[in-house]
Every structure is written in C-alpha cells, then in structure tokens.
C-alpha cells in the first residue's frame, strides 16, 4: 500500500477547513441572496440568505489540493473541470431568473465529457466488481456508462441539497467513505488525499449552514462537489460502489430526476404522484419529520450503507 503522508493529510484538512471557513466569514455578506423556492417545503424561509457559498470553498479546495498532493497533469483537469462546474453553478446563482434546463444540460454535458475523455486517456482498462468478481468493460460501453455516472452526480447533489445541514452531512460520509477505500483499497493515497481537503471545506461551510442556516452553497458548491464526487468514484475503479457510498445523495436527488423525465417522455400527470421528490421533502411535508430528523436520518442511512461498502470491499479485497 502506498503511504499517505499524515503531515500532507493534516495539512490539507485543517488548511480547507480553517481557510473556507474564515473566508465565508468575511465575504458571505457579498454573495447573492436566495430568491426562495416556490415548489419546495419551506423553501420561503430561505429567502434573503446567501447563497452560492460554494464560490468561495470550491477555489480553497483547489488551491489546497494542488498545494498538498503531488502535480499531476490528470488531477489539474479534474479541478479545473471543478472549477468550471462551480462556476457555472454561481453564475446561475446570482442571475435574476434561473437558468433554463437546456442552458444548465449542456454545460453539465460538456463539463463531463472532458472529465471522461481526461479519465479514459489516462487509464487502460475500465472495469466493475461485484462480491469479488470482476468484469472488463470495452471502451465503447464505459464510456456511456461514466458520461451517465458523472451527469447523475452533478445533477443528484443538485437536488439534494434542500435542508439546512444535509447535503453538506452527506456528502462528508460519502467523500469519507470514497477516500478511505481509494487509500486503503485502491492504492491512490493522493485521491484519498484530495477528498480529506474537500470534506475539510464542506465541514467548514457546515459552520454556517447548520440549521438555522447563514449561508447556503447553491448550485456553486453542489454541482462543484457531485462531479468531483463522480470522479472519485471512477478513480476506485468499480462504478458500483456509487450504491453503498452514495445512495441516500442518489435517491434523494435522482428520484426526482427520474419521475420528471418519464412525465416528460410519456406525456403522464400521474406518474409517482404518490411520492413527493425530492425525498426529504416527502419526509418533512408527508412524514412530518422536522429538518433535524431529516438530516440525521438520512446521515445514519448513508453511514451504514458506506460502512456495508467498506466491510464488503474488505472481505472480498
């Protein structure tokens, strides 16, 4: 196993995390303000927060990474595509009228092409496990399989964040889970490495947005953390593990995506009408969970899936 240097580790935490924090500090009263969401439970209450706070722990996370781990040219395209995932998301968050869906489906589009055609030209093989069993994946049929991953993750992040505290707790036990196995498994320590700094910025951001919330990320950090997410799973070599380590996030966010799509496509009203998406909406407005319940249910979910993962991977590695 290669080692990781714990001075880079420490040095990477507590720098994202001491350097978003202070920086949503003193600049979280220039981002744009929430204009409230009309279809969401309680979505008036967010209205006049800040938001796109992403803006500002998207750009510490790329600094410090490049900053602690070793360069490398493939890693650079990731947090640049990163940066231009963040970007796009800000400036949707500070238009006056949110962007169409065509406009904010291209850009995705483009993002995670260049993010696969980055992975697929630095690497030989593409494959799958399952329960030690392993399979090779020709070119032509990982490639839709990694551009679908990618797309899913931007977009499922994006809709999952909706609660005060709970993306942003999810997405710390997912990175935490996908950069354990990738040291401990896969032997990239510096991949490791780049998801301890990421869950040092979103902790720092979690300051500000536990509940009642100061700051939210908005599309800035979401879209920004769902594709580097999606290109850490790819790193572990095994798109599966995307169920253990982020299955609350994908059905959280995806369901929606999924009910609106076959509406769309079958011309039906009807289509899952009984369940609200996205699902911590369904748990607040029809369950009648308070946001605090949501967000530490849905935690301890995802906890134990990761933790499911991890175990399996051991037993089979």
């Not at 799958?128 to 069993?133: C, E, I, M, P, V």
């Not at 709970?166 to 036990?173: A, E």
Request: charged content about 15%.
């Amino acid at each position: 196993m290669l080692a990781l240097s714990p001075l880079s580790a420490l040095l990477g935490l507590l720098l994202g995390f001491g350097l978003s924090a202070a920086l949503i500090a003193l600049c979280r009263d220039k981002l744009p303000q929430d204009h409230g969401r009309a279809y969401a439970v309680n979505g008036q209450i967010s209205k006049g927060k800040a938001r796109g706070s992403g803006v500002i722990f998207i750009p510490v996370f790329a600094a410090v990474t490049l900053l602690v781990t070793p360069f490398s040219l493939e890693r650079c395209a990731y947090l640049f595509l990163t940066l231009a995932a963040m970007l796009t998301g800000y400036l949707d968050d500070r238009a006056d009228l949110p962007w169409n869906e065509l406009k904010k489906g291209l850009l995705d589009l483009a993002i995670c092409v260049l993010a696969l055609i980055t992975f697929m030209n630095t690497h030989d093989s593409y494959s799958f496990a399952l329960f030690g069993w392993q399979v090779d994946l020709p070119w032509w049929l990982f490639a839709p399989i990694g551009l679908f991953l990618l797309w899913a993750f931007i977009n499922c992040c994006n809709c999952a964040d909706g609660v005060d505290g709970h993306f942003g707790t999810l997405s710390v036990i997912s990175l935490g889970a996908l950069g354990y196995a990738l040291y401990a498994f896969r032997d990239l320590p510096d991949y490791a490495l780049c998801a301890l700094v990421l869950i040092g910025c979103v902790l720092a951001y979690l300051l500000f947005n536990a509940s009642p919330s100061l700051v939210m990320m908005g599309d800035a950090g979401s879209r920004a953390i769902g594709l580097f997410m999606g290109i850490l799973v790819l790193q572990t070599g095994n798109f599966l593990l995307c169920l253990p380590f982020a299955i609350v996030i994908l059905l959280d966010g995806g369901l929606g995506l999924f009910k609106l799509a076959v509406m769309r496509t079958f011309k039906s009203k009807t289509f899952m009408m009984w369940l609200l998406t996205p699902l911590h909406d369904e748990a607040r407005k029809k369950r009648h969970w308070s946001d605090t319940q949501t967000v530490f249910r849905f935690a301890i979910v995802q906890f134990l899936c990761a933790l499911v993962g991890l175990l399996v991977m051991a037993m089979y590695h």
